[in-house]
């Protein structure tokens, strides 16, 4: 069984009920206003079903309120903290979350809304995913064959020895079985199969753990060479550095939704440019800058504060910032969540 074959085993009815919109997030500096993007994402709200003590059911909202878009032949990353929603959203946009999720808002592809039925279309064509686990790769079929069936377009054999010989897997590695690689190898072996598939947008979660930089740095170009060819590149990690390289915006996730989005070039000195103060905190907690920690933690889905969800950790925060979750908002060209941002 292929990857693509995989996910669309894992898809789930989504039922997506149309919310009110919000204002359109500009792209700054990278793409033309006029231009449409190819993935939005309105009010996203993503919550599991859970039973506690005495069979009593209770909802656990992990994703609320997020907004994020993205535009063709740009590569947006998406970073944030462990437990911040990064993986659940792309699990949401493929449609493989688990039967106990329940989705609302609003999540579009080229305009059309994403049902189950189109999502289960799109999944290993139009969106390809480069998973985090490496347990998505078919056990019972050897590697060269899985990347091959994902070839679209082209000699599938010249295709995938090409990208084996790119990322320094030897030509024997294409007859081995997923077991017998190294966890770098078989990262490697899924970063193949989104880039031969021709996907025309590619969510890549967490691809370069396990790589050496020269790897690293191969698989980084190639993302940025898809997306200055018309792709749409959607990378998903923790690692702020590794996100700038090739970036050209910048979605912060906390604590289940977006606080800023930014263009790259907003991340430089000291984060003056930066609108939002866990933005400002992150970038700020860097060995390079200042390796300030940031106090407290980020809250449990299970204790979300009533209000701003940053709140709790923040220095700038007032008595209004507990009063309710602050709408995104435009500012200096971005986006961000907080009333005391200027």
């Known amino acids: 069984m292929s990857l693509a074959s995989e996910l669309n085993k894992k898809q789930k009815t989504l039922k997506i009920p149309k919310q009110q919109k919000v204002e359109k997030i500009p792209k700054s500096l990278t793409v033309p206003q006029e231009m449409q993007p190819i993935l939005k994402v309105e009010n996203l709200g993503i919550s599991f079903t859970q039973y506690t003590k005495g069979l009593k059911q209770k909802n656990l909202d992990v994703i609320t309120s997020l907004d994020l878009t993205i535009f063709p032949g740009e590569i947006l990353a998406v970073v944030g903290s462990s437990g911040s929603g990064k993986s659940l959203l792309a699990h949401g946009i493929l449609g493989i ?12 592809y080229k305009g059309q809304e994403l049902t189950s039925k189109l999502q289960q279309r799109l999944r290993g064509q139009e969106i390809a995913l480069v998973p985090q686990s490496v347990n998505y790769l078919d056990p019972l079929m050897r590697v060269g064959k899985q990347v091959r069936t994902a070839v679209r377009k082209g000699g599938a054999t010249k295709t995938q ?13 294409e007859k081995f079985f ?40 191969e698989a980084l170009s190639c993302f940025r060479e898809l997306a200055d060819k018309g792709a749409s590149i959607m990378l998903i990690t923790h690692d702020i550095e590794t996100a700038l390289k090739i970036a050209d915006r910048i979605a912060v996730f906390y604590a289940g939704t977006t606080v800023e989005v930014a263009s790259a070039k907003d991340f430089t000195e000291k984060g003056g440019a930066l609108r939002h103060p866990y933005s400002k905190a992150l970038w700020r907690a860097l060995p390079q800058n200042d390796f300030e920690p940031i106090p ?11 209000g701003c969800l940053f709140e709790p950790r923040c220095h700038m ?17 971005g986006m961000v969540r907080c009333i005391h941002a200027t």
């Open 161 to 173: 020895r090409e990208v084996f010989a790119r990322y320094h897997l030897q030509p024997q590695v």
């Open 178 to 217: 997923p077991f017998q690689l190294s966890g770098g190898m078989a990262r490697r072996v899924l970063v193949s199969t989104a880039v031969v598939s021709g996907a025309e947008l590619i969510i890549a979660d967490e691809p370069t753990p396990g790589l050496d930089e020269g790897v690293i740095k």
């Open 97 to 108: 979350l688990p039967n106990n999720a329940a989705v609302t808002g609003t999540i579009t």
């Open 296 to 306: 407290g933690f980020q809250p449990l889905p299970s204790a979300l504060p009533s």
């Open 317 to 333: 925060a007032t008595p209004q910032c507990a009063q309710g979750r602050p709408e995104t908002r435009i500012l200096r060209n």
